[in-house]
């Protein structure tokens, strides 16, 4: 091979390379483009792919909207009679500080 054609070469391999936001463009319309070939050929991947994941996730919202708010409640009061006896056991167990 002759220096030329090595040079000449080089120059297209270096010239053609993206960088930067026009890589990133170029990527998302190729795999935007790939995307739209694959819904094409098929239809219940589409359809389970895309439309009934939106499905699914708009219908939670809709009854997460359709339950009543909740409502704070009133903290406990802890009493020694709640805790009953283990089996054999007299007393009852009681916490203090």
């Known amino acids: 091979m002759t220096d030329s054609y090595k040079?000449?070469?080089?120059?297209?391999?270096?010239d053609n390379k993206l960088s930067g936001l026009w890589l990133l463009r170029n990527q998302v319309?190729?795999?935007?483009?790939?995307?739209f070939h694959h819904v094409r050929r098929d239809k219940v991947a589409f359809l389970c792919e895309i439309v009934l994941p939106a499905l699914f996730v708009l219908?939670?919202?809709?009854?997460?909207?359709?339950?009543?708010?909740?409502?704070?409640?009133?903290?406990?009061?802890?009493?020694?009679?709640?805790?009953?006896?283990?089996?054999?056991?007299?007393q009852l167990?009681?916490?203090?500080?």
Request: include cysteine; charge should be neutral.
């Open 7 to 14: 040079d000449d070469c080089q120059s297209l391999v270096t």
């Open 29 to 35: 319309a190729a795999l935007l483009i790939k995307r």
């Open 59 to 90: 219908l939670a919202m809709a009854f997460s909207l359709a339950i009543p708010p909740i409502r704070p409640q009133p903290p406990l009061e802890l009493q020694p009679w709640v805790y009953e006896p283990k089996l054999g056991d007299q």
């Open 93 to 97: 167990t009681a916490f203090y500080r």
